[in-house]
């Protein structure tokens, strides 16, 4: 059964910092990309970040550059997202997703097309609050 536990989300004051954790099961991790992204209700969803297990690369939406850091622990199948100066506008439900042809081109491509990720798999989301 294929499984993405994300977690790590809370309530923190703008300027604070949190580390979202996606634990992954049931599929091959080394041959998947893994994806952050969130949602406020409302709205659509937006990329946040990606990293890829394939090739490496990595992609930072251009709201989270310089403040938010991925990474991927392949030992335990578990892909990290550093989150620093957290601003309330970063407040939203963050989800995890795994896709084989996501990588830090595709995730980009996605992103400019506006809300729609086509992702094999999806957890379920953590709820990140910051307050100002």
């Known amino acids: 059964e294929v499984q993405l536990q994300a977690s790590g989300g809370g309530l923190v004051q703008a300027g604070g910092s949190l580390r979202l954790s996606c634990a992954a099961s049931?599929?091959?991790?080394?041959?998947?990309?893994i994806g952050w992204f969130r949602q406020v209700p409302g709205k659509e969803r937006e990329g946040v970040s990606c990293i890829s297990s394939k090739d490496g690369s990595t992609y930072y939406a251009d709201s989270v550059k310089g403040r938010f850091t991925i990474s991927s622990d392949n030992a335990k199948n578990t892909v990290y997202l550093q989150m620093n100066s957290l601003k309330p506008e970063d407040t939203a439900v963050y989800y995890c997703?795994?896709?084989?042809?996501?990588?830090?081109?595709?995730?980009?491509?996605?992103?400019?097309?506006?809300?729609?990720?086509?992702?094999?798999?999806w957890g379920k989301g953590t709820l990140v609050t910051v307050s100002s």
């Open positions: 997703a795994a896709d084989p042809a996501l990588s830090g081109v595709t995730m980009r491509a996605y992103d400019e097309k506006g809300g729609y990720f086509p992702m094999n798999y």
């Open positions: 049931g599929f091959t991790f080394d041959d998947y990309g």
